[in-house]
């Protein structure tokens, strides 16, 4: 993935890389599964699309595979995913297919 930043989307996330404040999207976001707090992670998913964020979950279970944040976030991205499908299902959008390709 690439080191590009969406400044504007990270200034609502300003001590989630405190050490490096021009870190890319993929270090915020991986950041952010290592420190699981599921409104955050709602955001992320919303800005980046489910697609992203679980691959970078993937490289994160790579690398860490026995963290605690591992279980938590699992759970987590599935309710996300899961109230994608009901809000998709109830409103007749695709707000699924938003979240996918944002």
């Keep these: 993935m690439s080191s590009a930043r969406r400044e504007n989307f990270w200034k609502k996330f300003p001590g989630l890389v405190w050490s490096n ?4 999207d993929s270090v ?3 950041a952010a599964l290592l420190r699981p707090r599921f409104h955050q992670l709602l ?13 970078e979950f993937e490289m994160i279970r790579d690398e860490f595979p026995s963290s605690a ?9 599935d309710n996300i995913k899961k109230g ?5 299902e109830g ?4 707000l699924a297919e938003v979240a996918k390709t944002a």
């Design 21 to 24: 404040s021009t870190a890319g």
């Design 28 to 30: 915020m976001i991986r």
């Design 43 to 55: 955001s992320i998913c919303l800005e980046f699309g489910m697609f992203r964020v679980e691959h």
């Design 69 to 77: 944040a591992v279980s938590t976030v699992s759970e987590m991205l």
């Design 84 to 88: 994608f499908q009901r809000a998709e």
């Design 91 to 94: 409103n007749g959008r695709r």
